[in-house]
């Protein structure tokens, strides 16, 4: 059997599993991720240094494989017979090579299909300002920004640009003009590809990971100047996404910075995937959108004010995350156990249980 034949084999498994990740490495047999639950692939043999070898190169471009020669890791893209794509990061790990793949389906869900409220999809009906998905790796920030972008595709006439690293979900114009570019086979790096929109005629930008301050700096300039953008971020809050902005400036700068993130922010939706009684996984959400209070707080450096305003602000539609982990035990979707695990204020969601 070819190396490829064998790889595809496996992502055929997670595919049919309904999976969401694949992980390989020598001397392990493949384990796949169901449910949010890890799988050992045990009828598999462990995989060998040959095997291993093989999927490289199967899976990496030369580009790719100069990365992660000189940075012992690289990400990559990998398409699936057309059906689905893999993004990929490889890795050394006690000087052998490890591979987590994470499934991307072609098929963009909608909101509703993803379990999230309507309200969400009033940021994709904004002319401008700066949208952001927060939350831990693997719980679906990429995934609900697709939807967005896709929501506004089929009703917008818009030019979208996304530059990611790597193109993870494949878009397909409908109303509007989507550009799609890579970092490192497209363009250089995210700043470079940011400054160059300023040039496109963009509309709407969706930058897949702000990564460094002149990103962030860039991405919020664009917003403040009549784009819409959209980005991700690995934080837990909303108040903490804002205070990881400012803080990634140098003190002289965070003023400025925090002056302008006041004006141009549209909101921050933090998610979590938490296992379903019934099986998969449901998302609990958190929800600012900025109004003046939020845009005082931010500007006065009263960031910690935030959780409060969104708790009490559940009538301009905002939404608590310990609320939203409460209506999921009140509906019978998700254990009091989970709900108390996935918390950030587990003594304020026990007064609300």
């Given at each position: 059997m070819s190396y490829k034949q064998e790889l595809q084999d496996l992502m055929e498994t997670v595919v049919k599993e309904d999976g969401s990740d694949l992980h390989l490495a020598e001397g392990r047999s493949p384990v796949i991720r169901v449910g949010g639950t890890l799988i050992s692939l045990l009828k598999q043999p462990a995989l060998t240094k040959e095997n291993m070898h093989g999927i490289v190169e199967e899976v990496l471009t030369t580009e790719a494989k100069s990365v992660f020669l000189k940075n012992k890791e690289a990400d990559f893209a990998y398409d699936f017979k057309g059906q689905a794509r893999f993004r990929g990061n490889i890795f050394i790990q006690q000087g052998r090579m490890g591979i987590a793949?994470?499934?991307?389906?072609?098929?963009?869900?909608?909101?509703?299909?993803?379990?999230?409220?309507?309200?969400i999809g009033t940021f994709a009906q904004r002319q401008q300002g700066f949208f952001l998905i927060v939350g831990p790796t693997g719980h679906g920030k990429s995934t609900t920004m697709?939807?967005?972008?896709?929501?506004?595709?089929?009703?917008?006439?818009?030019?979208i640009i996304t530059i990611e690293d790597p193109i993870e979900y494949v878009f397909k114009?409908?109303?509007?003009?989507?550009?799609?570019?890579?970092?490192?086979?497209?363009?250089?790096d995210f700043y470079t590809a940011l400054r160059g929109v300023?040039?496109?005629?963009?509309?709407?930008?969706?930058?897949?990971?702000?990564?460094e301050p002149e990103t962030i700096s860039v991405a919020v300039t664009a917003a403040e100047t009549g784009h819409l953008v959209f980005s991700t971020l690995h934080t837990n809050t909303a108040a903490n996404t804002v205070e990881r902005i400012i803080d990634s400036f140098p003190g002289n700068q965070q003023d400025q910075i925090r002056i302008q993130l006041a004006g141009?922010?549209?909101?921050?939706?933090?998610?979590?995937?938490?296992?379903?009684?019934?099986?998969?996984?449901?998302?609990?959400?958190?929800l600012l959108i900025n109004n003046s209070a939020v845009t005082n707080l931010i500007r006065e450096n009263r960031v910690y004010e935030i959780n409060t305003v969104i708790e009490t602000s559940?009538?301009?539609?905002?939404?608590?995350?310990?609320?939203?982990?409460?209506?999921?035990?009140?509906?019978?979707?998700?254990?009091?156990e989970n709900a108390h695990l996935y918390s950030t204020n587990p003594k304020q969601l026990e007064k609300l249980l």
């Amino acid at each position: 059997m070819s190396y490829k034949q064998e790889l595809q084999d496996l992502m055929e498994t997670v595919v049919k599993e309904d999976g969401s990740d694949l992980h390989l490495a020598e001397g392990r047999s493949p384990v796949i991720r169901v449910g949010g639950t890890l799988i050992s692939l045990l009828k598999q043999p462990a995989l060998t240094k040959e095997n291993m070898h093989g999927i490289v190169e199967e899976v990496l471009t030369t580009e790719a494989k100069s990365v992660f020669l000189k940075n012992k890791e690289a990400d990559f893209a990998y398409d699936f017979k057309g059906q689905a794509r893999f993004r990929g990061n490889i890795f050394i790990q006690q000087g052998r090579m490890g591979i987590a793949l994470r499934l991307i389906p072609n098929k963009i869900r909608t909101l509703q299909e993803l379990n999230l409220p309507p309200i969400i999809g009033t940021f994709a009906q904004r002319q401008q300002g700066f949208f952001l998905i927060v939350g831990p790796t693997g719980h679906g920030k990429s995934t609900t920004m697709a939807a967005l972008i896709e929501m506004i595709n089929n009703e917008r006439t818009e030019h979208i640009i996304t530059i990611e690293d790597p193109i993870e979900y494949v878009f397909k114009p409908n109303k509007s003009v989507i550009d799609q570019r890579e970092v490192r086979i497209d363009t250089p790096d995210f700043y470079t590809a940011l400054r160059g929109v300023f040039r496109q005629d963009v509309d709407v930008l969706m930058v897949g990971e702000m990564r460094e301050p002149e990103t962030i700096s860039v991405a919020v300039t664009a917003a403040e100047t009549g784009h819409l953008v959209f980005s991700t971020l690995h934080t837990n809050t909303a108040a903490n996404t804002v205070e990881r902005i400012i803080d990634s400036f140098p003190g002289n700068q965070q003023d400025q910075i925090r002056i302008q993130l006041a004006g141009s922010l549209a909101g921050i939706l933090s998610q979590r995937l938490i296992p379903r009684i019934s099986g998969g996984l449901i998302p609990a959400y958190e929800l600012l959108i900025n109004n003046s209070a939020v845009t005082n707080l931010i500007r006065e450096n009263r960031v910690y004010e935030i959780n409060t305003v969104i708790e009490t602000s559940s009538e301009l539609g905002m939404i608590d995350l310990n609320r939203s982990l409460v209506e999921l035990v009140e509906k019978g979707e998700i254990t009091v156990e989970n709900a108390h695990l996935y918390s950030t204020n587990p003594k304020q969601l026990e007064k609300l249980l």
